[in-house]
Each structure stands twice: as structure tokens, then as C-alpha cells.
């Protein structure tokens, strides 16, 4: 490998697990630059297309990568590392970003950094003050992922609870497909929701251990939609504002219930939450106002670290990287990766 003129940490990193192409530049554990591109074409489908996806990747990479290292003042020369996505993501999406990422290493003859894509999503705290201290707990809530993690040190982390069928995203976007809403159905849900009144009830998983399941959410709220418009074929547009505060209330409800059960059994008042789903204004709100109710200090990313992006790639291969946690050229993408980190 070259030996770089500075004594600094530059590391460069791409994120390209689902729908969108992110990277961003990060000097000494501070984020210099955070470039997303994003991907529109999935809202004709309803959900995303891994075809759609890979090749708009493809049309991306490059400038996005471009643009995070132009915004950063950062030459490429200038790179100690690069980092990327391995998993778990849409295979063909995933392929593109570690193809780049090889590719580009291999010119610069610089180490390469895999990063696991939830994990990052638990690390995007340390992108900015203020940061959790160890230990803490994350409860990490996306489309694909449901979970609530014990993290003891930046490369340590233990896997408390997670779904057991549906993600808590997946249930606000199947939930928007029964009401006729746009995808990305979330934002949506949670503007409508600002609005109504929850007063409708829907079926509450009934699990034991700090696991999820948002399947019979969803089939209670099908049941419930066909029986509503059955009496009433104009109910979903007389009442969407209420439908919506009455669905998010359940989510949040089932997710809240969980992180408030794992305080207490480990005793950790340090409670953050993470993913694209954190971004949602109620679950912001009820997580606040549990930590004031029980003592917690609690850790809110702002909306830019929740969504998919490359600078929580960057921070996790800045802990990798102080550890020397390379990886060779053999690498490839994995669409599923288990996710604790035992160090």
C-alpha cells in the first residue's frame, strides 16, 4: 500500500444498499462532506425495483462520489481508505457500490473497509455532538429492520430483540398501499397523522421478549379497511387523517412498549434511536417525552443520519480503521449479514 504524505485519516465512503447512492468524506472521525442521490423512479412501482435500483446506481456513483469529495476539499490522492455497504441490502445495489469501491482501492493501492449497513445506522450518533456513552441502547426502526441493540463499545454490540416477520416500515408503506398513498408511504402517514384523532384500534402483538411482529398489525388493519368501506365506500377519504394517527399511534405504541422493557431489564438510561423510520415526528415526540417521564438521556439524529446515507459508513470504517480492520480485493457483497459485533 502507499505510503500517504499526511498523518491524517481520510477515508472515503459509499452507501448503496437500496434505492439511494451516497458517499461522504471524513477527516479524523469529522464528516466533511454527505452527497445522496436519490432515486424517484420507485414511486410508479409502489416499492422499490432492485433492477430500477442497480442501474440508477450505476448512472450515480460517480458523480455523487465526485461531489462528496469536491465538497469536502479533498483530492483523491489525498484518500487513506475507502470504505462501503457489504450488506445487508438489494444484492445488485450492493454490487455496484463494492465493485466501485475495489475498483477505485486498487487504483489508489489503498485499504478497503466493509461496513454491516445497521450497524451504521447505530454509529451515525458519533457523526456529531451530542454522542450516547457507552453503554447505551439503540433502537433501530427501517423498512427491512426492527431492532433494539445493546452497543458496549463503538465495535461491540449485542442484539436484543428484533422482528419476527415485518419491519415496523414495512408496515407504514403496506399500510399506505391499502389507503392509496404514494410510496414512500411513511412521511405521508406521519403528515396525515399530525392531523387526526387515533381513534381506531387495531390487533397488538402480544411477544413475551424484546422481539417484534407487525404482521397481524397489518392484517388487522386490512380487515378493518375492507369492513369500514364494505358500510362505506367513501370511509378511507372521509377519515385518512384519523386512519393515519390510529396506525402510527399502533407502531409507535409497539415500538416504544419494547425500548421502555429493555431500560428497564439493563438498567441503561442512555437510549437512542436510529433508521430511516427515526426520522418520523411521532416516534421522535414519544421517545422524548418517555426519556423526560423516566430519566433517560436520550439521542435524536437529525433527519439527513437517519435516512440511508454514506457518512455513517464513514464513521463505522473510522472505528474499523483505528482497529485495522481491512479487507482484501476477495470481498463481495452479501444481501443478508448477521449483525452483532463481539469484539
Known amino acids: 500500500m502507499k505510503k500517504r504524505n499526511n498523518n491524517n485519516i481520510i477515508i472515503l465512503a459509499i452507501e448503496s444498499s437500496c434505492d439511494d447512492t451516497s ?11 454527505n452527497v445522496t442521490a436519490n432515486q424517484a423512479a420507485h414511486e ?11 442501474r440508477a446506481h450505476e448512472k450515480n456513483i460517480i458523480p455523487v462520489v465526485d461531489v462528496a469529495l469536491q465538497k469536502a476539499g479533498v ?34 493501492d489503498i485499504p478497503m473497509i ?46 436484543l430483540g428484533s422482528t419476527i416477520d415485518d419491519a415496523a416500515g414495512e408496515a407504514f408503506d403496506k399500510t399506505g398501499k391499502l389507503l392509496g398513498l404514494n410510496y414512500p408511504a411513511g412521511p405521508i402517514i ?78 441503561i438510561k442512555e437510549i437512542a434511536i436510529a433508521g430511516g423510520v ?6 421522535r415526540k414519544a421517545v422524548q417525552e418517555t426519556g423526560e417521564k423516566l430519566a433517560w438521556n436520550t439521542y435524536i439524529p437529525r433527519f439527513e443520519y437517519c435516512t440511508d446515507n454514506a457518512a455513517m459508513i464513514a464513521v463505522t470504517a473510522y472505528f474499523k480503521y483505528l482497529n485495522k480492520e481491512f479487507v482484501g480485493q476477495e470481498v463481495t457483497a452479501t444481501a443478508r449479514w448477521s449483525f452483532e459485533i463481539n469484539k
Open 278 to 283: 427515526s426520522a418520523n415526528s411521532g416516534l
Open 75 to 108: 483530492n483523491k490522492d489525498e484518500l487513506t481508505a475507502i470504505a462501503f455497504t457489504r450488506g445487508p441490502g438489494l444484492m445488485g445495489s450492493l454490487l455496484v457500490g463494492v465493485s466501485f469501491a475495489k475498483a477505485m482501492a486498487m487504483a489508489l
Open 114 to 159: 466493509e461496513v454491516h449497513h445497521m450497524q451504521a445506522h447505530v454509529l451515525a450518533h458519533f457523526a456529531e455532538d451530542p454522542k450516547p456513552q457507552f453503554p447505551f441502547l439503540c433502537l433501530t426502526v427501517s423498512g427491512g429492520h426492527t431492532q433494539i441493540v445493546k452497543i458496549n463499545a463503538p465495535l461491540e454490540m449485542q442484539l
Open 44 to 54: 410508479l412501482y409502489g416499492g422499490v425495483v432492485p433492477e430500477v435500483a442497480s
Open 190 to 267: 406521519d403528515k396525515l397523522a399530525k392531523e387526526g384523532i387515533p381513534r381506531f384500534e387495531f390487533a397488538k402483538p402480544n411477544i413475551e421478549n424484546l422481539d417484534f411482529s407487525f404482521s397481524g398489525l397489518k392484517t388487522s388493519i386490512l380487515y378493518f379497511l375492507k369492513k369500514e368501506i364494505k358500510n362505506n365506500p367513501q370511509f378511507v377519504e372521509e377519515n385518512i387523517k384519523d386512519i393515519c394517527a390510529s396506525v402510527q399511534k399502533a407502531i409507535i405504541d409497539a415500538l416504544m412498549k419494547k425500548i421502555i422493557k429493555a431500560a428497564k431489564e439493563t438498567g
Open 23 to 33: 458517499a461522504a468524506v471524513l477527516k479524523d472521525g469529522e464528516i466533511l462532506s
